[in-house]
C-alpha cells in the first residue's frame, strides 16, 4: 500500500489542559500523519486514514507542510482518524458552521452528517448471516445484518443526540445507551451526570460513541475510560464526531492505541475557553435552541 505522510509544524495556541503535540525538534511542535492511498471500492467514500504518532511533547508552533511518498504498512495499535472526503460531507458540515443556520436546520444538518458517518464507520465492521431465500423469480443467495449482534450506539448528551439520531435507520440492529457528561467552563474538566450503560458489554461487542465536538478531549476520553471499565476494548470502539480538534487527537491517540475516529473536518486549534476554532460554535446550544 503506499503511503502518504505528511509532516505539520504547528506554533498554536492551546488552553493550560490541551495535550501537546509531539516534537522532533527544540523550537517547534510536530504532528506526523500517515495517509494511505487505496484503490476505489464500490462504497458511498473513498476514506483517507490518518494514523497519529506519540513522541515527547511540546505547546507551540504556525503551520507549514511538507509531504514525501513512502511504502509504510499500517500499525493495527495506532489510532486512525477517517475524514471521508464526500461532497456531502463537506456541504453539512458547512450548513452547521454558518452562524445563520436556524435550531430546526441545525440540528437536522448535525443528523444527516451523523448518518453518513455512521454509514461508513459500519462499513467491513458488521457481522452478518448468509443463507437462501425465495425471490419472486428464484432461489438466491442472500447475506443480512447479524441481529443478534446489535451495534451499541452511544450519544453523549445533549449533543450526541443529534448526531447520533438517524442511528437505527443506518443500523438494521441496535440499542442506545445515554451517558451525559458536562464541562465547566472554567477548568475545562468533565463531569459525568448520567449513565446510562450496562454494567458490563457483552464480550466482543461493537460500539458507537458519539460526540460532535473533540475539542479539548476531556470529555471524550471521560466517556471512553468509562467504557474500558465495563469491558469495552478499544479495537471495539468507533467515535462519531463532527468537528475535531488537534489537541483531543492527541490525547486520544496516546491513551488509546487502536482506536477509529470518524469525523466530518479537522480544525486547526481551540482557544482559551476550549471551543474549536473556527468550529461551529456550542454543537448543544445550536441544536436545541438552549
Known amino acids: 500500500m503506499a503511503w502518504c505522510r505528511i509532516h505539520f509544524n504547528l506554533n498554536l495556541p492551546f488552553p493550560s489542559d490541551a495535550a501537546s503535540f509531539p516534537s522532533t525538534c527544540h523550537s517547534s511542535s510536530h504532528l506526523s500523519l500517515s495517509l494511505p492511498t487505496t484503490t476505489p471500492t464500490p462504497s458511498l467514500f473513498k476514506t483517507r486514514k490518518i494514523s497519529f504518532s506519540s513522541a515527547s511533547r511540546r505547546t507551540c ?25 464526500h461532497p456531502l460531507i463537506k456541504h453539512w458540515v458547512s450548513v452547521l458552521r454558518n452562524e445563520q443556520t436556524p435550531c430546526p436546520i441545525f440540528r437536522n444538518a448535525m443528523a444527516e452528517l451523523g448518518r453518513l458517518l455512521m454509514y461508513e464507520a459500519s462499513r467491513d465492521w458488521l457481522p452478518t448471516v448468509s443463507g437462501e431465500i425465495q425471490s419472486p423469480m428464484g432461489v438466491a443467495s442472500v447475506e443480512f445484518i447479524d441481529p443478534r449482534e446489535p451495534v451499541a450506539v452511544i450519544p453523549i448528551l445533549r449533543a450526541g443526540l443529534a448526531l447520533a439520531e438517524h ?24 463531569t459525568i451526570y448520567l449513565n446510562k450503560l450496562p454494567e458490563k458489554f457483552a464480550e466482543g461487542s461493537k460500539v458507537f460513541v458519539v460526540d ?17 471499565e465495563h469491558g469495552v476494548g478499544n479495537k471495539q470502539i468507533k467515535v462519531i464526531s463532527a468537528v475535531s480538534a488537534p489537541p483531543a487527537l492527541q ?4 491513551q488509546f492505541p487502536g482506536l477509529h475516529v470518524y469525523t466530518g473536518i479537522i480544525d486547526p ?3 482559551e475557553k476550549g471551543f474549536i476554532i473556527p468550529g461551529l460554535g456550542d454543537a448543544g446550544d445550536r441544536s436545541y435552541g438552549t
Not at 69 to 76: D, F, G, I, V
Open 251 to 254: 490525547k486520544l491517540s496516546e
Open 269 to 271: 486549534t481551540v482557544n
Open 212 to 228: 460532535p465536538m473533540l475539542a479539548t478531549g476531556g470529555t471524550i476520553v471521560a466517556a471512553l475510560n468509562l467504557l474500558k
Open 167 to 190: 442511528a437505527s435507520s443506518i443500523l438494521p440492529a441496535t440499542k442506545t445507551y445515554h451517558l451525559g457528561i458536562s464541562r465547566d467552563e472554567e477548568t475545562l474538566q468533565p
Open 61 to 85: 508552533g504556525a503551520v507549514n507542510s511538507h509531504m514525501t511518498m513512502e511504502e509504510k504498512p499500517l500499525s493495527e495499535n495506532r489510532m486512525l482518524v477517517y475524514v471521508p472526503p
